[in-house]
């Protein structure tokens, strides 16, 4: 009878036995994940790359865009991830420490939900279609913008105007109208300008690609200048909102 009950107490007591057993194992386990992130040891992975390397997104602290490193601590924003609408806010450094300097070409192309953007003082260049097609409303481009790749700001139907910093050294604007710094091109004129005409000024000699494209309201062009200088001028393709109109002139070449 004696032995039953020693048998009996040792399997009743088994179970708790192995349960203080695993309790004191997980809790070794998590001191020493604890003690190796600190050290560094037990850091999540980073991903890696240089010039042309195509990175995968990052969280920021708003929303998660997508990055893309370009060497030398240094990123553009390559597209919205899970950016959903409304105000676009790109923050002068990516999730992984890097800077801001560009936005890649075609990073926001066909973005409808998009409204407004707030570009970073980092930012250096806009890459080609960079906001094409989307809802952008408004945008003002920072002091450093040197570089706006083509129709980078090309048939939003909702854009009014671009306004540019005024110790922009490459690009200017005239009552929203984006010019080259010289005003001797005009880059691009917000398509959804609800004026129903506008005058080109007699200096400008290059109107860019799609600069003129979907302005629905545009019913007149006026030019500063004589017949025979707008002949000269180098106007880009796609630019039928301007060119499917007649052009009057302020001056005569007789």
Known sequence: MEKLNVKKLILVSMPIVFAVALAIILAACMAQAERSTEDGLFDPPKTQ???GDTLSPTVSSTYMLEYRRVGDGKCEVSGPGSFKGGNLVIPAKSPDGDTVVGIGDSAFLGVASLKSAELPTSIGYIGAYAFYGSSLEAVELPDGVDEIGECAFSNCRALTRIDVGSGNASYTDMDGVLYS?????????????????????????????????????????????????????KIGTNNDSLTSLTVKFSNSDK
């Open 49 to 51: 790359g240089g010039v």
């Open 181 to 233: 710094r010289d005003k001797s091109e005009i880059v691009c004129y917000p398509s959804g300008r609800a004026n129903s005409s506008f005058t080109v000024r007699a200096g400008v000699t290059v109107i860019h690609k799609m600069a003129f494209y979907g302005c629905a309201a545009l019913r007149s062009v006026n030019y500063n200048g004589t017949e025979e200088a707008w002949s000269k001028v």
